[in-house]
């Protein structure tokens, strides 16, 4: 049965944009698993699955419903145990955690600032209304001071993957010869901004960016069939 | 048959101190290997197992000699398969990489810098000229210049922590559970500063303190047997 994937969209459904959907649409792809994104905006959310969760993703699988990126690919790991592995065992499980954590940390404050105009603008007048107020309240000021300092954390944001620029000199992806999860995690956060705004995050020759592109070109350019923005 | 690990030291032969030979030491402890600590300082290097390598940790496992604390963990898991794992799958195997970048590109430059003085008056006379040419070649400065940021820095690199910090509300080591080789990756690193310096890296209240006391307990407190500095 095909899998629905409750995937965060503005006002062009063909559009979705969020890091954490990205995650679960890269491991559903991973596991060769037949899925249909339903376009959701974000006024939405709270009425996906009767109330499912807060935030998306969220998927249903039959009977059965999973919210939360990483729940969604720990329950995609243990449901299809006989196709490809999202983790390479129980270690990768327990590291896929910190590197999870590594990317909300590291990456996602300085993109999710640096796209917020771009994802506001992006919005139906309803649901701009919405993302005005609640990421205001977050932030503590105007949505449009929110961005100020994205040209002048570009280098330090740039050095935060040094991390991840220097292990690509001993192996393709994170996952090693192949992606694994935590590939599609530090994916989720490029494609945000990749789907949302022309800002150059990445320099054309950072080892990154090649590594970022292999991405975009699995299971046959999903993350491509969405245009850069 | 006993392991060999030639271990880095200064003129205490009793105080192990290098961050790469202490996960060595967890490792081969992990896979509960009887293992034997061969002092050597930074001259003595060079002429270890016939110059197998310009650094250490080096171990010897009957005829076997192995270089480099990540090729020594693997080297570990190929060969004591039935042995507790310190990667828990390829998946943590590729993933350990990641981490291991992360510690060496985010927590050493910092560390290595904040103790460098302490780590000079640590070694003998003959080490102590060598340390001052090579880190003086290294840094591009006068040795008791390189730990001027130490103190302007600290908040900057206890901020760095928090992926690490925030895996922690997840779970209990970076192995999840129970430690695995990339617990040890980031042990060694504070290890380092513990056995060379009484310098307080770590809040007492922070976490990451908390992770690091659990790690000093494994294996009958084989990171406590070394008092700290």
Redesign the interface.
Known sequence: MTILLYDLVGSDPARPFSPHCWKAAMALAHKGLDFKSVPTRFLEVPKVEDSASKTIPVIRDGGKVVADSFAIALYLEDAYPDRP?L?????????????E??S???LHPYLGAAVLMEIHARQDEANKVYFRQSREARYGKQLEDVPAGRDSGLAAFRASL???R??LS??P????QTP?Y?DYIVFGAFQWVRVTSPFAFLAPDDPVNGWFERCLDLYDGLGRRVEAA
């Open positions: 592995t983790f390479g065992g129980e270690g990768g499980k327990a590291m896929a955690r910190f590197i954590r590594w909300q940390m590291t040094e991390p991840l220097s292990m001993y192996q992806f994170i996952g090693g694994l935590p």
